[in-house]
């Protein structure tokens, strides 16, 4: 439903752009910037969300994308903040925007979307470290 809206509003923004230079072709500026705002949110806002592949979790959010390998994550018991420790074991937090329940959305995600999305990213997490036991397992056989 989210992107849905998403795509609607970057849609009526579009349009609200032509319309403001229908009426005056000197709002040009004002125009443009509608547009740039609609193609923001259906380049970025759309397709935001976490992608869970076989080693990695991708944070694609409405300015970055973040790609944090399943090793380095530390915890998501404090989702939508994602804790991880970089390559040289300094510790990071990655806030998922997309998940974050702001007062002027009208599609915000519930607690039980982001309780979902947690349990999710737990399950992936958890099948990572099964697979490094089986393997660590497999070698000292």
């Given at each position: ?29 004002f125009a ?92 992936w997490l ?16």
């Amino acid at each position: 439903m989210t992107r849905v809206t998403l795509g609607a509003g970057a849609a009526v923004l579009t349009v609200l752009a032509v319309v403001v230079l229908v009426e005056d072709v000197r709002d040009w500026l004002f125009a443009l910037l509608l547009v740039g705002v609609a193609a923001l949110i259906a380049v970025r806002g759309v397709p935001a969300g976490i992608d869970l592949h076989e080693d990695e979790l991708v944070l694609r959010d409405y300015l970055l994308t973040t790609r944090i390998r399943r090793v380095q994550v530390v915890s998501v018991e404090r989702f939508p903040a994602i804790d991880w420790r970089s390559v040289g074991g300094v510790p990071r937090e990655t806030l998922m925007w997309a998940f974050v329940r702001r007062a002027a959305m009208i599609t915000a995600p519930t607690d039980s979307d982001r309780a979902h999305a947690r349990s999710i990213i737990e399950d992936w997490l958890h099948d990572g470290e099964e697979r490094q036991h089986r393997s660590s397992d497999e070698a000292t056989s």
